[in-house]
């Protein structure tokens, strides 16, 4: 994604590409629904291709989720914060 995002932009697209990956209604994803629990049904290779889908949408690199001993991928809308994180890191000309 080129240009300056906001972050409701950034939820609603994330929260879209979890949709999309349980094969359910955006409406139907809480933001308060953990990614890497039972919650949504998303096993460990779902996780990994979730991940690689929103880095090629937000063109970012995130953390290694399914590695063992990483951190938890958390809520809906932890997994969006971090990809605002993320986004506007390269928006600065960082890398993160």
Excluded: C, H, W, Y
Aim: aromatic letters at 2%; a negative charge.
């Amino acid at each position: 994604m080129d240009g300056i995002i906001d972050n409701d932009l950034i939820v609603a697209r994330v929260r879209a590409l979890i949709a999309d990956a349980v094969r359910q209604p955006v409406a139907a994803i809480p933001l308060d629904a953990r990614v890497d629990g039972s919650e949504l049904g998303i096993d460990s290779l779902g996780l990994i291709k979730l991940t690689v889908r929103i880095e090629e949408t937000f063109d970012i690199t995130m953390p290694d989720i399914a590695a063992p001993g990483s951190a938890p991928f958390g809520s809906v809308r932890e997994v969006a914060a971090l990809v605002a994180k993320q986004v506007a890191a390269r928006q600065a000309g960082g890398a993160q």
